[in-house]
T-cell receptor, first 113, second 113 residues
Framework: KQEVTQIPAALSVPEGENLVLNCSFT??????LQWFRQDPGKGLTSLLL?????REQTSGRLNASLDKSSGRSTLYIAASQPGDSATYLC????????????FGKGMKLTVNP | GAGVSQTPSNKVTEKGKYVELRCDPI?????LYWYRQSLGQGPEFLIY????????DSGLPNDRFFAVRPEGSVSTLKIQRTERGDSAVYLC???????????FGQGTRLTVV
């Protein structure tokens, strides 16, 4: 059974720092991994999707890497801003017939001005 | 529409009542998913549709929960004899096809009193 872990559960940093958010998963047989952002009381906004054959994806100040063999992904946020404050979730789509996404519990990020 | 639309955004119901939650996916998306998110947790899979058929309903917690997608577009999640433990945010997502990027709606916050 696939399990996704995000540690730490919360992070508070001053504005301007470069951040690394971690995600680990137990079953390396995945189709893809997706990072989402969730603002309080809102749905999920897709940030980046990494296919299993890819090593990384970039969008603006965000860069996500994937090391499938070790079951790890990292979301890198450059020059953090207060507007980046949100909960960040990673989710994996596992091979083997199941089409569902398995999510971590998320990491609540607070960027202080 | 431009994104996944869910109605209502909030629903308060009395214990024992029946509720219906609606999801309108992105036009042309064949895959549709329902997830449930409790406070402080990541979303948990409920059911997945490919076209009109429920391809995987293994996440439905019990037979009080049922979902349909009769024309392969709009889906309705139906909960009978609601219980206080059903209170959560119900999220719908769609993707162009399986194993591609999933786009989420804003969710329906269900409160059973």
């Amino acid at each position: 059974k696939q399990e996704v872990t995000q540690i730490p559960a919360a992070l508070s940093v001053p504005e301007g720092e470069n951040l690394v958010l971690n995600c680990s998963f137990t079953d390396s047989a995945i189709y893809n991994l997706q990072w989402f952002r969730q603002d309080p009381g809102k749905g999920l906004t897709s940030l980046l999707l990494i296919q299993s054959s890819q090593r990384e994806q970039t969008s603006g100040r965000l860069n996500a890497s994937l090391d499938k063999s070790s079951g790890r992904s990292t979301l890198y946020i450059a020059a953090s801003q207060p507007g980046d404050s949100a909960t960040y979730l990673c989710a994996v789509d596992t091979q083997g017939g199941s089409e569902k996404l398995v999510f971590g519990k998320g990491m609540k990020l607070t960027v202080n001005p | 529409g431009a994104g996944v639309s869910q109605t209502p955004s909030n629903k308060v119901t009395e214990k024992g009542k029946y509720v219906e939650l609606r999801c309108d996916p992105i036009s042309g998306h064949t895959a549709l998913y329902w997830y449930r998110q409790s406070l402080g947790q990541g979303p948990e899979f409920l059911i997945y549709f490919q076209g009109t058929g429920a391809a995987d309903d293994s996440g439905l917690p019990n037979d009080r929960f049922f979902a349909v997608r009769p024309e392969g577009s709009v889906s309705t999640l139906k909960i009978q004899r609601t219980e206080r433990g059903d209170s959560a945010v119900y999220l719908c997502a769609s993707s162009l096809m399986t194993d591609t990027e999933a786009f989420f709606g804003q969710g329906t916050r269900l409160t059973v009193v």
